[in-house]
T-cell receptor, first 118, second 116 residues
Framework: GAVVSQHPSRVICKSGTSVKIECRSLDFQATTMFWYRQFPKKSLMLMAT?????????EQGVEKDKFLINHASLTLSTLTVTSAHPEDSSFYIC??????????????FGSGTRLTVV | AQSVTQLDSHVSVSEGTPVLLRCNYS??????LFWYVQHPNKGLQLLLKYTSAATLVKGINGFEAEFKKSETSFHLTKPSAHMSDAAEYFC??????????????FGRGTSLIVHP
């Protein structure tokens, strides 16, 4: 089945630094990738949708200059949290799909990245 | 527009008893519906999906769900709970949007607690 690899699984960084999270589809071409943020005991909040080769579409209230998303290839999308602050600490999850498969086979999720900003 | 309502934030059952996690949805287009499970600090795993085929869908680990269009529901059930079922469960609806893409919308999640 489809596999999405998300790296790193856990990262601790100092306030003011930037952190990059990678999301790779290992055995399929992901035309669309989604980035979510999950607060403790809360549902997943969609941050942005990225299509390969084009700019990401950000949800209302998500700062595009703070959360930089790049989807340069059909197998890789990255989320960079720039100038991180403690309030950015959260669990970030990516999801990938191909356009036709999503409706029929569902969305494949990465295992998540626990970001802690100190 | 589409939305998902998971009616219970927490469900508590005893091991060996039935599980019912409720989900109602709304969608302007014919939706696909999914249930995902998330264990602590883990990603999401697909339990089952409805994609306009059979309305009773069987998934992994003994879970199943029935799509009821007239009730706009997609409740998740399991005949007998196991301790390992304790986790967070998300109901997800995905349909074609006016923007020309499919975007999954998550319910708020239901925490399943299983007592020995």
């Amino acid at each position: 089945g489809a596999v999405v690899s998300q790296h790193p699984s856990r990262v601790i960084c100092k306030s003011g630094t930037s952190v990059k999270i990678e999301c790779r589809s290992l055995d399929f071409q992901a035309t669309t990738m989604f980035w979510y943020r999950q607060f403790p005991k809360k549902s997943l909040m969609l941050m942005a949708t990225s299509n390969e080769g084009s700019k990401a579409t950000y949800e209302q209230g998500v700062e595009k200059d703070k959360f930089l998303i790049n989807h340069a290839s059909l197998t890789l999308s990255t989320l960079t949290v720039t100038s991180a602050h403690p309030e950015d600490s959260s669990f970030y999850i990516c999801s990938a799909s191909s356009t036709l498969d999503a409706q029929n086979y569902g969305y494949t999720f990465g295992s998540g990245t626990r970001l802690t900003v100190v | 527009a589409q939305s998902v309502t998971q009616l219970d934030s927490h469900v508590s059952v005893s091991e060996g008893t039935p599980v019912l996690l409720r989900c109602n949805y709304s969608s302007s287009y014919s939706p696909s519906l999914f249930w995902y499970v998330q264990h602590p600090n883990k990603g999401l795993q697909l339990l089952l999906k409805y994609t306009s085929a059979a309305t009773l869908v069987k998934g992994i680990n003994g879970f199943e769900a029935e799509f009821k269009k007239s009730e706009t529901s997609f409740h998740l059930t399991k005949p007998s709970a196991h301790m390992s079922d304790a986790a967070e469960y998300f109901c997800v609806v995905s349909a074609y949007t006016s923007g020309g893409s499919y975007i999954p919308t998550f319910g708020r999640g239901t925490s399943l607690i299983v007592h020995p």
